[in-house]
């Protein structure tokens, strides 16, 4: 990062930018697999730092191959989910939600896939509110692909909310074919009380 910063390829967001100079190597980043991150002192924040503009962004992530690009996206989402307080998370759905909807072919055990299914149906509920109705189709159909056959039986309520939204969804989007077979399941699989 330091030669990015010296480059004036990013910007420091915060004052501790500075902490990771070069002559600075006691402190760094240790990443362990692709699981977790630790920061070597605990009482420092990490710093932030952006692109000084979108092209540039483009430019670095077009120099990533293409085989790389789905892991490291894994990466992202996991160091974001690590880093981001619970509170926060909501707030930073979008951003959760898109880097590990990237990878989704790279997330196996059926838990996982379950916890990404329900954030992407809180991704999909705040874009509805937010009126983004085919971003919500979006999220709300990928949380769907997400659960096993048997979510019906096992995940009812989780199944059952991503199918209704995605329903309301569709219809605001005005794809009513999309909507049709959404609803179509829910009459055939929903349990009356």
Avoid: C
């Avoid at 503009?53 to 996991?78: N, T």
């Amino acid at each position: 990062m330091w030669q990015a910063l010296l480059d004036g390829l990013v910007l420091p967001q915060t004052e501790n930018y500075n902490i990771f100079s070069k002559d600075n190597t006691n402190q760094e980043f240790i990443v362990d697999g692709i699981e977790s991150t630790q920061f070597s002192n605990s009482n420092l924040q990490l710093p932030k730092y952006k692109f000084v503009h979108d092209r540039v962004q483009q430019a670095a992530y077009s120099l990533i191959p293409e085989e790389q690009k789905k892991p490291i996206h894994l990466k992202i989402g996991l160091l974001l989910l690590n880093n981001i307080p619970v509170a926060e998370q909501g707030e930073k759905i979008f951003e959760l939600v898109n880097q590990f909807n990237i990878a989704v072919e790279f997330i196996s055990p059926q838990a996982k896939r379950d916890e990404l299914a329900q954030m992407n149906l809180i991704a999909g509920r705040k874009a509805l509110a937010s009126t983004a109705y085919p971003a919500a189709v979006k999220y709300l159909t990928i949380g769907i692909q997400l659960l096993a056959s048997d979510s019906w039986e096992t995940k009812y309520q989780l199944i059952l909310a991503l199918y209704e939204t995605g329903a309301e969804a569709a219809y605001l989007a005005g794809d009513f074919r999309q909507m049709e077979q959404l609803v179509e399941v829910v009459l055939a699989r929903a349990k009356l009380h």
